[in-house]
């Protein structure tokens, strides 16, 4: 990736004096889940003493990362900006105030340039030990594009840097917090969601759990993608489902059923999965439709959060919508965890739904040769 002629070697510098032990690695982890970002290495962290802040403000955190990118300057800068919104931190008049992270666009390739507000190189770099001293450490061959010296060379010249900025090894930055493993790329895809992570951490801690433990430090992204695929019906439409797999259906006028179409689904009360079988039944008029294509369509409405009974209609209704038949019917039986788990009900107990549509509802026999199939 960072051989690609589209990308560029840059410095990030982080720095953080509330929370600091959980915000540097969070931010770390952030950046690296980030798909324009390849972090290639971090720095120790390195403690130092605030400056110009108020009166007793706690001492930082500092690091920083050697990474390439493809995203432009001002895209970089905004992605840092929104990463420190995710951690919390608001920008106030006061550049000195505590912060929960600062994340700084120290070096972009060997680019100079002035862009009003800031600037590339980051003057801090060549000036302030707290961003100087872990550039050195992650980057010491790094050649400042106006100056020409190295980040080595760098540190050497500012007075005292070394005495004044500390290495904290306890800090660890090595794995678990390294989240780009192989298992991020499943078939689901990869998902992007700081903000949905950050949730399930504070979720994590209200039920008294330790998110840094190492068993849990990559649940809320593993949270993230599950939630995804298991509300993925709501971002994905019959249109695209059915997909031109409805046809003629030349005189055919039995009924259609398709049973034992397994689903899973989560209650919409407690957001805890409900799962069974359903069985879809329907009487064709003048279009039938592919039968894998039913237990997609099921899928879809059973992919959020959802009632039983909802459910059962929705499956019903769009196969009146999409095939206009005589009648459909769709009757479901389901097992409720909320039920199960909790010992609400005894613990095989299954509920069963029914929706029955035209013929199917105002005719008896339909419905119960309907029934008696389902049965058997
Ligand atoms: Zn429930």
Same mark, same amino acid.
């Given at each position: 990736?960072?051989?690609?002629?589209?990308?560029?070697?840059?410095?990030?510098?982080?720095?953080?004096?509330?929370?600091?032990?959980?915000?540097?690695?969070?931010?770390?982890?952030?950046?690296?889940?980030?798909?324009?970002?390849?972090?290639?290495?971090?720095?120790?962290?390195?403690?130092?003493?605030?400056?110009?802040?108020?009166?007793?403000?706690?001492?930082?955190?500092?690091?920083?990362?050697?990474?390439?990118?493809?995203?432009?300057?001002?895209?970089?800068?905004?992605?840092?900006?929104?990463?420190?919104?995710?951690?919390?931190?608001?920008?106030?008049?006061?550049?000195?105030?505590?912060?929960?992270?600062?994340?700084?666009?120290?070096?972009?390739?060997?680019?100079?340039?002035?862009?009003?507000?800031?600037?590339?190189?980051?003057?801090?770099?060549?000036?302030?030990?707290?961003?100087?001293?872990?550039?050195?450490? %992650?980057?010491?061959?790094? @050649?400042?594009?106006?100056? $020409?010296?190295?980040?080595?060379?760098? +540190? =050497?010249?500012? !007075?005292?840097?070394?005495?004044?900025?500390?290495?904290?090894?306890?800090?660890?930055?090595?794995?678990?917090?390294?989240?780009?493993?192989?298992?991020?790329?499943?078939?689901?895809?990869?998902?992007?969601?700081?903000?949905?992570?950050?949730?399930?951490?504070?979720?994590?801690?209200?039920?008294?759990?330790?998110?840094?433990?190492?068993?849990?430090?990559?649940?809320?992204?593993?949270?993230?993608?599950?939630?995804?695929?298991?509300?993925?019906?709501?971002?994905?439409?019959?249109?695209? %489902?059915?997909?031109?797999? @409805?046809?003629?259906?030349? $005189?055919?006028?039995?009924?259609?059923? +398709? =049973?034992?179409? !397994?689903?899973?689904?989560?209650?919409?009360?407690?957001?805890?999965?409900?799962?069974?079988?359903?069985?879809?039944?329907?009487?064709?008029?003048?279009?039938?439709?592919?039968?894998?294509?039913?237990?997609?369509?099921?899928?879809?409405?059973?992919?959020?959060?959802?009632?039983?009974?909802?459910?059962?209609?929705?499956?019903?209704?769009?196969?009146?919508?999409?095939?206009?038949?005589?009648?459909?019917?769709?009757?479901?039986?389901?097992?409720?965890?909320?039920?199960?788990?909790?010992? %609400?009900?005894?613990?095989?107990?299954?509920?069963?739904?029914?929706?029955?549509?035209?013929?199917?509802?105002?005719?008896?026999?339909?419905?119960?040769?309907?029934?008696?199939?389902?049965?058997?």
């Amino acid at each position: 990736m960072h051989n690609h002629a589209n990308f560029v070697d840059v410095v990030i510098s982080l720095g953080s004096n509330i929370d600091r032990e959980q915000n540097i690695p969070e931010a770390v982890r952030l950046l690296r889940r980030h798909r324009g970002i390849d972090v290639q290495a971090v720095s120790c962290v390195f403690e130092s003493e605030a400056v110009g802040g108020p009166e007793g403000s706690p001492a930082f955190y500092n690091a920083a990362m050697l990474a390439c990118t493809d995203l432009s300057p001002e895209d970089l800068r905004a992605e840092l900006r929104a990463v420190e919104r995710v951690l919390g931190r608001e920008r106030t008049e006061d550049k000195n105030a505590p912060r929960t992270i600062d994340l700084d666009l120290a070096y972009y390739g060997d680019v100079v340039k002035d862009f009003g507000e800031w600037q590339i190189p980051d003057p801090e770099a060549a000036t302030a030990p707290h961003v100087a001293v872990p550039i050195a450490d %992650v980057a010491p061959d790094w @050649v400042h594009p106006v100056t $020409g010296s190295t980040a080595y060379d760098v +540190v =050497k010249t500012l !007075e005292g840097a070394e005495e004044r900025v500390k290495s904290v090894m306890a800090i660890q930055l090595s794995p678990p917090y390294a989240v780009r493993g192989p298992e991020d790329f499943d078939d689901v895809g990869e998902v992007y969601a700081p903000h949905f992570e950050a949730l399930v951490r504070q979720q994590l801690e209200e039920i008294g759990e330790d998110p840094t433990r190492e068993g849990l430090v990559r649940t809320p992204l593993r949270v993230a993608k599950a939630m995804d695929f298991l509300t993925s019906g709501y971002t994905t439409t019959l249109e695209e %489902v059915v997909n031109n797999a @409805v046809f003629d259906a030349e $005189g055919a006028e039995e009924m259609v059923l +398709v =049973k034992d179409i !397994e689903f899973y689904s989560m209650c919409e009360h407690h957001m805890l999965p409900f799962f069974g079988k359903a069985a879809v039944a329907y009487l064709p008029s003048e279009k039938i439709i592919g039968l894998s294509k039913i237990a997609r369509i099921t899928d879809v409405f059973a992919r959020r959060l959802q009632v039983q009974e909802r459910l059962t209609n929705q499956v019903a209704d769009a196969l009146m919508d999409i095939l206009e038949p005589h009648g459909a019917a769709v009757v479901i039986e389901g097992k409720h965890l909320c039920m199960m788990m909790r010992g %609400v009900q005894k613990q095989d107990s299954s509920m069963i739904t029914s929706s029955m549509r035209g013929t199917f509802k105002s005719d008896a026999r339909t419905r119960n040769e309907f029934l008696d199939l389902v049965r058997s």
